[in-house]
């Protein structure tokens, strides 16, 4: 970004300034692209190129707040030319601005763990209207259990259903013939 700012010259302890444009990255004392004017403090004597001023500017050049204090008294009058106030703040102010900080913070958190709070009563309410995982494996075990019970009740019909076509199967026959041989020698 393109600033204007001051840039020192003079001797030591007898200083004198230049207004310049320069890249606001670079260093006070790199080369600058433009040189404006002059200021010199001690005797309040202030040297500038109005148009330049105004038609760097205009390109979006913004000045810094003690060359936009030079421009003011100059009369140069621009959207950039802002000028900040700074004000000492007294003892008293920042113990009042402290304790309205704390406050608020304080009331913060108490916001903060309300509405915690009523997250925590309405999963509890949730958890209270479903049942619980545990409960819902209970139940399952529950009718696992009945249909079991049903299924066994059921098997021995079935068992005795396989059982009648076992006795009729032919190996079971043998041992029948068997006994009734022995009878049959008897009767010789």
């Keep these: 970004m393109v600033i204007i700012r001051l840039r020192r010259t003079g001797k030591k302890n007898d200083p004198t300034y230049r207004i310049v444009v320069t890249d606001q990255r670079k260093s006070v004392y790199s080369p600058y692209i433009d040189i404006l004017g002059n200021y010199d403090p001690g005797t309040k004597k202030i040297v500038l190129d109005k148009v330049k ?89 529950v009718e696992e259990i009945k249909e079991e019970k049903a299924e066994g009740a059921e098997a021995p019909e079935t068992k005795a259903e396989e059982t009648k076509p076992a006795e009729s199967h032919p190996e079971k026959a043998e041992p029948e013939t068997k006994k009734q041989a022995p009878a049959q020698e008897d009767k010789k």
């Excluded at 003892?91 to 009042?96: C, H, N, Q, T, V």
């Design 53 to 141: 001023a105004l038609a760097w500017m205009n390109k979006g050049a913004k000045p810094t707040n003690t060359v936009s204090k030079l421009f003011e008294k100059e009369g140069i009058k621009h959207k950039l030319i802002v000028i900040k106030k700074f004000r000492a703040v007294s003892k008293e102010e920042l113990e009042a601005q402290k304790t309205k900080e704390e406050a608020e913070k304080a009331k913060a958190q108490a916001e903060k763990e309300a509405a915690k709070a009523a997250f925590e009563e309405k999963v509890e309410a949730e958890k209270a209207a479903q049942p619980s995982s545990e409960e819902k494996l209970k139940e399952a075990a």
